[in-house]
């Protein structure tokens, strides 16, 4: 457009309304156009101090969205509300608590074992379980890297343990607690507490100084318990047996009365705090109850006086082992039993295994000629001899499948059934047999019943944990050499309580009391319980078991008798010998021999009975009246003079050995 040019008017465009026009002016029918486009440099711009319009989008959505969001973090911290506080809650709560509260056993005091007088053979003594806490032995809590190695090098020679089982130990994930050793004594328990003393003095001048403070004994513990101790050392240590080495009964009368000595542990809970106990928290605590206090038949005196005996002679003789047996003949209470080699049940490391039982019980073998107290007890019972019965006595004897012969030999013997047990003749104790039935197998049926009524197969009485009931096969098992070899002690097998307690049966006027080692138990409360009164049986009549006695005195007294070593002055002594053939457990063949001695005194009013057996002697005799006779002696004599037992003053029957044909 020109200058010259006047300006055109601007009319409004269809649909637009001009300035002042009211909407009703705008006309109602008129079809609207689209306007044409206008480029931007040609569109109107907003009036000067008008600002431009900002169109917002719809909230709505967005508040829905978030609403929703924070409905659900709510529902879901709801859900878990409901489900700790309601559903889980115990749950919680115990694993609250068992974080929160220590609980450790209160082991109860072990009961004492003593002999007949009070005095200990088992004891126990204040002790101490020495413990750690795993998590004080880490980096964080311990100020230090290698805690548990260090702190098992320290402790290691204290304890007796391996540094790296130690070290494994303090580094037991997910607990707060581990034993490191049990029953540690006094002194080891102060040693361990000076050490913690000056490493934590140690830490707390590092920290002074603006250090870490390292302590890598802090989470060491201890808890009282107690440690078993035998004051005799290896004294009755067949008999009592040994504890583990969690102070359980694990041999002998420490295993078979375990219930009894063990008593019941309490229990003490507390709540801790850095492995340390929370004084003002409370704490529960159930009583420990003591065991029980046992008090054997055992005199230790006597059994002191038997154990040097056959101590000695095994050593001696070079034998593989020995046993005496010392026993009340009117009670059946065992005085003594003593082994040799024994062991030292404070320092089992050092003990061997094949000494570790109770070898008097245990061990089985052929008692020999000391059997024949059985077979000359049958004869006078059934009747079918007398002591002055003649009884001639050829070298040998052929009977079944074999040729018999005594020990030594001899031209042809007149003896009387005395004489046959005093001289310890095989042959004549045969033939004599032979006459308790009309034929052999009767006989022998005879023959095994006393053998049964004596004890022999079966068990003595005691209980005591891994006894042998000795090897007696029925007479229909009998082979043809049994058949003569048994009334003479070969071919069955005892222990050494059972061959003690046939000659107490003699003694005590042909009754039998089984076996006692107990006498009672003395509770928690001081009441004393004795033991169950033992069982006695009639085996023999008083007359038969009188003259059993005095023929017994003939083998002692009589210069012609195997016993004479065992004779006591002052008293009279009745007993016999026993040499067998021992059968060798590692073969099962014959090799070598057992030497025994069994007897009483008084002989006229019995008090006392000893037995005693030695095992394979390789050096010097191995008669039994030459090796075991003189221990007989010794341990009799000791017991007499124990038990104030004076002699009879009476003077001895004097049965006659040998006859004139």
Same mark, same amino acid.
């Given at each position: 457009?020109?200058?010259?040019?006047?300006?055109?008017?601007?009319?409004?465009g269809p649909g637009r309304p001009r300035a002042g026009d009211?909407?009703?002016?705008?006309?109602?029918?008129?079809?609207?156009?689209?306007?044409?486009?206008?480029?931007?440099?040609?569109?109107?711009?907003?009036?000067?101090?008008?600002?431009?319009?900002?169109?917002?989008?719809?909230?709505?959505?967005?508040?829905?969205?978030?609403?929703?969001?924070?409905?659900?973090?709510?529902?879901?911290?709801?859900?878990?509300?409901?489900?700790?506080?309601? /559903?889980? =809650?115990?749950? %919680?709560?115990?694993?609250?608590? &068992?974080?929160? *509260?220590?609980?450790?056993? @209160? #082991? !109860?005091?072990?009961?004492?074992?003593?002999?007949?007088?009070?005095?200990?053979?088992?004891?126990?003594?204040?002790?101490?379980?020495?413990?750690?806490?795993?998590?004080?032995?880490?980096?964080?809590?311990?100020?230090?890297?290698?805690?548990?190695?260090?702190?098992?090098?320290?402790?290691?020679?204290?304890?007796?343990?391996?540094?790296?089982?130690?070290?494994?130990?303090?580094?037991?994930?997910?607990?707060?607690?581990?034993?490191?050793?049990?029953?540690?004594?006094?002194?080891?328990?102060?040693?361990?507490?000076?050490?913690?003393?000056?490493?934590?003095?140690?830490?707390?001048?590092?920290?002074?100084?603006?250090?870490?403070?390292?302590? /890598?004994? =802090?989470?060491? %513990?201890?808890?009282?318990?107690? &440690?078993?101790? *035998?004051?005799?050392?290896? @004294? #009755? !240590?067949?008999?009592?047996?040994?504890?583990?080495?969690?102070?359980?009964?694990?041999?002998?009368?420490?295993?078979?009365?375990?219930?009894?000595?063990?008593?019941?542990?309490?229990?003490?809970?507390?709540?801790?705090?850095?492995?340390?106990?929370?004084?003002?928290?409370?704490?529960?605590?159930?009583?420990?109850?003591?065991?029980?206090?046992?008090?054997?038949?055992?005199?230790?005196?006597?059994?002191?006086?038997?154990?040097?005996?056959?101590?000695?002679?095994?050593?001696?003789?070079?034998?593989?082992?020995?046993?005496?047996?010392?026993?009340?003949?009117?009670?059946?209470?065992?005085?003594?039993?003593?082994?040799?080699?024994?062991?030292?049940?404070?320092?089992?490391?050092?003990?061997?295994?094949?000494?570790?039982?109770?070898?008097?019980?245990?061990?089985?073998?052929?008692?020999?000629?000391?059997?024949?107290?059985?077979?000359?007890?049958?004869?006078?019972?059934?009747?079918?001899?007398?002591?002055?019965?003649?009884?001639?006595?050829?070298?040998?004897?052929?009977?079944?499948?074999?040729?018999?012969?005594?020990?030594?030999?001899?031209?042809?013997?007149?003896?009387?059934?005395?004489?046959?047990?005093?001289?310890?003749?095989?042959?004549?104790?045969?033939?004599?047999?032979?006459?308790?039935?009309?034929?052999?197998?009767?006989?022998?049926?005879?023959?095994?019943?006393?053998?049964?009524?004596?004890?022999?197969?079966?068990?003595?009485?005691?209980?005591?944990?891994?006894?042998?009931?000795?090897?007696?096969?029925?007479?229909?098992?009998?082979?043809?050499?049994?058949?003569?070899?048994?009334?003479?002690?070969?071919?069955?097998?005892?222990?050494?309580?059972?061959?003690?307690?046939?000659?107490?049966?003699?003694?005590?006027?042909?009754?039998?009391?089984?076996p006692t080692l107990v006498r009672g138990s003395k509770g928690?409360?001081?009441?004393?319980?004795?033991?169950?009164?033992?069982?006695?049986?009639?085996v023999i009549s008083e007359g038969t078991a009188k003259t059993?006695?005095?023929?017994?005195?003939?083998?002692?007294?009589?210069?012609?008798?195997?016993?004479?070593?065992?004779?006591?002055?002052?008293?009279?002594?009745?007993?016999?010998?026993?040499?067998?053939?021992?059968?060798?457990?590692?073969?099962?063949?014959?090799?070598?021999?057992?030497?025994?001695?069994?007897?009483?005194?008084?002989?006229?009013?019995?008090?006392?009975?000893?037995?005693?057996?030695?095992?394979?002697?390789?050096?010097?005799?191995?008669?039994?009246?030459?090796?075991?006779?003189?221990?007989?002696?010794?341990?009799?004599?000791?017991?007499?003079?124990?038990?104030?037992?004076?002699?009879?003053?009476?003077?001895?029957?004097?049965?006659?050995?040998?006859?004139?044909?």
């Open positions: 457009m020109s200058p010259q040019e006047p300006p055109r008017r601007r009319v409004p009211r909407p009703s002016d705008r006309p109602a029918s008129r079809p609207r156009t689209r306007p044409a486009v206008r480029s931007a440099a040609a569109r109107p711009r907003p009036a000067a101090g008008r600002a431009a319009t900002i169109r917002l989008g719809n909230p709505k959505p967005r508040l829905r969205l978030v609403g929703i969001g924070l409905t659900l973090v709510l529902l879901a911290f709801t859900v878990r509300l409901l489900q700790v506080q309601a /559903v889980d =809650a115990s749950e %919680f709560t115990a694993q609250a608590q &068992k974080n929160r *509260y220590a609980k450790y056993t @209160l #082991a !109860a005091e072990r009961g004492q074992i003593t002999d007949r007088t009070g005095i200990a053979l088992a004891t126990s003594v204040d002790a101490y379980d020495i413990t750690a806490d795993p998590t004080m032995f880490t980096p964080k809590e311990s100020k230090a890297l290698d805690a548990p190695e260090q702190a098992a090098a320290l402790l290691a020679p204290l304890l007796g343990k391996d540094a790296k089982e130690l070290t494994a130990r303090f580094k037991t994930p997910n607990t707060k607690y581990v034993v490191l050793a049990r029953r540690q004594t006094p002194q080891v328990w102060n040693q361990i507490k000076d050490l913690k003393k000056a490493f934590a003095e140690k830490a707390e001048a590092d920290k002074r100084r603006g250090g870490p403070g390292a302590n /890598v004994l =802090a989470g060491l %513990f201890q808890e009282p318990s107690s &440690k078993r101790v *035998y004051p005799n050392g290896d @004294l #009755a !240590a067949g008999i009592i047996g040994y504890v583990n080495s969690e102070g359980k009964g694990a041999g002998g009368l420490e295993s078979a009365l375990d219930e009894k000595l063990a008593g019941q542990d309490g229990e003490l809970r507390y709540a801790q705090a850095g492995g340390r106990r929370v004084p003002t928290a409370g704490s529960h605590e159930k009583p420990a109850v003591p065991g029980s206090d046992i008090e054997l038949t055992i005199d230790r005196d006597i059994q002191w006086a038997a154990q040097n005996a056959i101590t000695e002679q095994v050593r001696k003789s070079a034998a593989d082992r020995g046993y005496v047996v010392v026993q009340d003949t009117r009670t059946g209470e065992i005085l003594a039993m003593a082994n040799a080699p024994g062991f030292d049940p404070n320092d089992l490391s050092r003990a061997r295994s094949a000494a570790m039982g109770n070898a008097a019980l245990q061990d089985v073998y052929e008692p020999g000629s000391t059997a024949k107290v059985i077979s000359m007890a049958a004869v006078l019972e059934e009747k079918a001899a007398g002591p002055l019965t003649h009884v001639t006595v050829p070298n040998r004897l052929h009977r079944g499948d074999r040729l018999f012969k005594d020990d030594i030999d001899h031209p042809t013997w007149y003896l009387t059934l005395n004489g046959v047990l005093a001289k310890s003749s095989n042959i004549g104790t045969i033939l004599a047999t032979g006459q308790l039935g009309k034929t052999q197998s009767d006989a022998n049926d005879v023959l095994y019943s006393y053998l049964t009524k004596f004890g022999l197969g079966r068990p003595t009485g005691l209980d005591y944990p891994g006894e042998s009931r000795g090897i007696l096969a029925k007479p229909r098992e009998w082979s043809t050499s049994q058949q003569y070899t048994i009334p003479f002690g070969q071919g069955l097998s005892v222990n050494a309580v059972q061959a003690a307690s046939v000659y107490s049966t003699v003694a005590n006027g042909g009754v039998r009391i089984e928690p409360d001081g009441r004393f319980t004795p033991a169950s009164a033992p069982e006695r049986t009639r059993l006695a005095a023929m017994l005195e003939s083998v002692v007294d009589d210069q012609e008798g195997t016993g004479t070593k065992a004779r006591i002055p002052g008293y009279r002594v009745g007993g016999k010998t026993g040499t067998s053939n021992r059968v060798d457990p590692a073969t099962g063949r014959y090799k070598g021999y057992t030497a025994s001695f069994a007897g009483f005194a008084p002989a006229d009013n019995p008090r006392i009975t000893v037995y005693c057996a030695i095992q394979n002697p390789t050096k010097g005799s191995y008669f039994g009246g030459q090796i075991c006779g003189p221990i007989y002696k010794k341990v009799m004599e000791f017991a007499l003079k124990t038990l104030q037992i004076a002699p009879t003053g009476a003077p001895p029957a004097g049965l006659p050995v040998t006859f004139t044909p």
